[in-house]
């Protein structure tokens, strides 16, 4: 009778447990966020066709008397990045939160070494050197930008552990070795989006209004010092305030944006957007405005406004440190972004060269993003049945 019970029992166990591995993808879809996952997919969908539009410009501009590309050579191109980026955020987004957190940790560390190596074996495109080749083209820079938001995240989460952790300082000098190795590739504006998402975090980590207003002095001090000294910097600024070629861009862009009015001319039919440079990244969000009106402009802000409240939301009842800090990083990121770039094309702000989240083409910036999104969708993951005391920082110490 007992090897027949054990027996049982064994035949028993093994349907138990196959039915836990089955059932790994229902527990994803119970504990993800639903409606932030809906907002990334439907941004993503809007972007194939900017790019389809943008595509035709940038094709005709970059065809030459020997090779002549099709109008949408890029649009093709860009089908298949978003592909792998799906995959990359889908994956990472079935990750636990302790997962996620090691492998933005551990990605971090790849991408500030890949940083290091491309003033000395990259190689350069448009006048920056952005890039390593590894058998395919790799700019470290975008994939450190999730990557960075999860390490300061983990860095600043040790004061839970011992408040007198000196963890600003830590995350103020790696903020400053970033910062050294992107202006000299040069790459001003993301120098600023990095600075942005430290300043963020810092903030929310529970510095003292002393030193956030020192963090604000040191910032303007930095802007000045790279007028000063940094061309790079001083040219896109005197452009943008006194005229000249990136101004002109800058210019044509925003005349390009109202040039369609409240609905647009159509897809394919907008004429403006063949003399704009970069029609399928950097100016994508005037292309979208002349071919499909300001009222699909003011959609993508709305999807972008709704994707930061929606995390931000999310976050009011977490009771994690890290998770809180994580995902507020990644959603500055993300958001930061995309402001600067809306901002740059209606001529707000000086060109940068950035990119408009999920919706530009991109190869290293698009599976960069998606991988984000998914590390992001993953730290939020949540029981539906387990309830959470608000998070305050005053409970740790940190908010006084």
């Not at 093994?14 to 409606?35: F, H, K, M």
């Not at 406004?305 to 995390?311: D, I, M």
Request: aromatic content about 10%; glycine content about 12%.
């Amino acid at each position: 009778m007992v090897p027949r019970g054990g027996r049982l029992g064994l035949e028993g166990a093994a349907p138990r447990y196959q039915r836990n591995r089955r059932s790994d993808l229902a527990i994803w879809w119970r504990e993800i966020d639903r409606g932030l996952l809906a907002v990334v997919l439907i941004l993503m969908a809007l972007g194939t066709v900017a790019v389809a539009a943008g595509s035709p410009a940038s094709a005709r501009r970059l065809s030459t008397a020997k090779i002549k590309l099709d109008d949408l050579h890029f649009f093709y191109i860009h089908l298949r990045w978003q592909f792998l980026g799906l995959i990359a955020m889908f994956g990472a987004s079935m990750l636990s939160r302790e997962n996620a957190r090691r492998a933005g940790i551990v990605l971090g560390f790849a991408m500030l070494v890949g940083l290091m190596l491309v003033p000395v074996a990259g190689f350069a495109v448009n006048g920056a050197k952005r890039w390593l080749y590894l058998g395919f083209s790799l700019q470290p820079s975008e994939f450190l930008k999730p990557a960075f938001a999860i390490s300061m995240a983990w860095i600043l989460s040790w004061r839970v552990r011992d408040p007198n952790l000196p963890v600003i300082e830590l995350c103020t000098g790696l903020m400053g070795m970033i910062a050294i190795l992107l202006m000299a590739q040069p790459d001003f504006g993301s120098t600023i989006l990095f600075g942005g998402v430290w300043f963020v975090m810092v903030l929310l980590s529970g510095i003292s209004l002393k030193r956030i207003g020192l963090a604000g002095g040191f910032g303007v001090v930095g802007v000045v010092l790279a007028y000063m000294f940094y061309d790079n910097a001083r040219h896109r600024i005197d452009a943008f305030l006194g005229g000249g070629t990136a101004y002109d861009q800058v210019d044509l862009a925003q005349r390009t944006l109202l040039s369609g009015g409240w609905t647009g001319s159509g897809l394919w039919l907008g004429t403006r957007k063949l003399g704009l440079p970069e029609a399928h990244t950097d100016y994508i969000f005037s292309v979208i405005g002349e071919e499909f009106g300001l009222l699909a402009c003011a959609l993508i802000v709305a999807l972008f406004l709704v994707l930061v409240a929606r995390v931000l939301l999310r976050l009011l009842d977490e009771e994690d440190l890290f998770t809180t800090l994580a995902a507020t990083g990644l959603t500055a990121q993300l958001g930061g972004q995309a402001f600067i770039n809306i901002m740059v094309n209606l001529q707000l702000f000086p060109s940068k060269g950035m990119t408009l989240p999920l919706i530009s083409y991109g190869g290293s910036s698009t599976i960069a993003i998606c991988l984000g999104m998914g590390l992001l969708l993953a730290i939020t993951r949540r029981n539906p049945y387990i309830k959470r005391e608000r998070f305050s920082l005053r409970q740790l110490g940190l908010g006084k």
